[in-house]
């Protein structure tokens, strides 16, 4: 029993010498990954301390925060350190590329299910939030569009990445919510500019689908609006003296062309082409035909919606940016600032971008933060206010021919009296060009309700 006893011990002193033997082997590789992990930390901050800070993002086309000014009140309320934080926090070294290796990584963690692949769990919650806000069309005659199918093959074969965006084969999509007591709102701001202006100012609505009316995955179209169902509700609640305008059909019919960009939530210029040439028609003025405009191509171009989704397969799939100058018509481009027209600097209509592919959408007057007035020689007495989103830079560029003057305002800058500014210029044309995700936007018809009064 004795030696029993002593043997266990002797066993239990091995294991423990054993043990111990094991530990002291382990100690040259827990000082290795000591010295890895601070290599990292030390590479890490010498990039985010001493290379220079990013100022502009290509891939998200904005400018980054700057560093704040220091005021006492600030200091004070906490707005100068939190606006510090935000500065480092969005002017990494490099940004672009570390997101976009981000996204790389992020794409091979994703799973197929059905030939789906997921990036995140997907659940009933959207499907319920939007069937809440299905309701009957307030239809009214001639202001219904009828819907075309479309005849095109739909790749069922998607992925559904962040903020509601899916890629369907190389193509991004923006799911649409809809909300037709935003639409109603926005039908009924439209209604107050034509009785503020009268009967002597053509009024234009001119809704806008976006590319997921037309493109969406057969699985997915119950987790989307109809896009046609909203721009009827806005089209049926305009008031009679407004002229609805139908760009949903030519659109339609165009789809088996490239329309909309894959990889940026702007549709193409070619699609606004198609609706220009319907506003038109409906403006009874002159319109050119494509042959009239010179084509340019830039290559390699991808968009918002690769920032937008984070899926590097609109990264790796870039397309072409194809837009059109007029030929054969003498105008000149004159832009202000939002707040005054005592400011005009003269410019070109189409800006030249390379090597900037989110910024190509610039093109078209440099962007949205001023005031664009076109003059040419078309010499028709007849004069245009474009109020619009992003979606009527490229819309505008086919009307030049058509107005002896257009007048491009974009609905978040403008700063002055809408009414005074349109009797000043002796305004004969108005049209509301908005895509319907801004249509049925509370903020929209605000914007335009606000330029009445200020």
């Not at 139908?246 to 990889?263: M, Q, W």
Request: with cysteine; proline share 4%.
């Amino acid at each position: 029993m004795s030696q029993e006893t002593i043997t266990k011990v002797e066993v239990s002193e091995n294991n423990t010498t054993i043990k111990t033997n094991k530990s002291d082997k382990r100690k040259p590789f827990h000082k290795l990954y000591i010295f890895v992990i601070t290599a990292i930390f030390t590479c890490a901050f010498v990039q985010i301390a001493l290379l220079p800070r990013s100022v502009v993002s290509e891939r998200e086309n904005r400018k980054l925060a700057e560093f704040p000014k220091f005021s006492i009140s600030s200091l004070l309320d906490g707005t100068f350190t939190s606006d510090i934080n935000v500065y480092f926090s969005d002017t990494v070294p490099n940004r672009d590329h570390l997101t976009e290796q981000s996204a790389a990584i992020k794409d091979k963690s994703g799973f197929r299910v059905g030939g789906i692949k997921i990036h995140k769990p997907v659940t009933d919650e959207t499907n319920q939030q939007q069937k809440a806000v299905e309701e009957e069309i307030n239809e009214d005659g001639v202001k219904e569009i009828k819907k075309t199918e479309a005849n095109i093959n739909l790749d069922d074969n998607a992925t559904l990445g962040r903020n509601g965006i899916l890629v369907s084969g190389t193509r991004g999509l923006m799911l649409f919510g809809g909300d037709k007591t935003a639409g109603k709102n926005y039908a009924e701001v439209v209604n107050e500019y034509k009785r503020q202006l009268g009967e002597n100012v053509n009024v234009y609505c001119v809704p806008i689908p976006t590319s997921i009316e037309f493109y969406c995955p057969p699985s997915y179209k119950d987790q989307t609006i109809s896009e046609l169902d909203s721009i009827n509700n806005i089209l049926g609640n305009l008031e009679d003296g407004i002229k609805g305008v139908d760009v949903y059909t030519p659109l339609s019919k165009h789809c088996d062309e490239e329309i909309y960009f894959r990889t940026d939530h702007h549709w193409a210029p070619l699609g606004a082409y198609y609706a220009a040439e319907s506003f038109a028609k409906v403006a009874k003025v002159d319109f050119k035909k494509l042959d009239d405009y010179e084509k340019v191509v830039k290559k390699g171009f991808v968009g918002t919606l690769y920032n937008f989704s984070g899926d590097i397969v609109l990264k790796q799939n870039p397309e072409d940016f194809v837009y059109y100058k007029p030929k054969n018509v003498e105008y000149t481009t004159t832009y202000y600032p939002p707040y005054s027209m005592d400011m005009p600097t003269s410019g070109d209509f189409f800006q030249e971008y390379d090597n900037v592919s989110p910024l190509l959408y610039n093109t078209f007057m440099g962007g949205d933060d001023h005031i664009t007035h076109v003059h040419s020689n078309v010499n028709n007495g007849r004069r245009l206010v474009i109020f619009k989103d992003s979606y009527g830079n490229a819309f505008s560029s086919f009307i030049i021919g058509s107005f002896e003057d257009l007048y491009v305002i974009d609905m978040r800058y403008f700063q002055l009296n809408s009414i005074e500014f349109m009797k000043k210029y002796q305004i004969t044309d108005v049209a509301f060009v908005n895509n319907v995700f801004h249509t049925d936007t509370y903020s929209t018809a605000q914007f335009y309700r606000n330029f009445l009064s200020q």
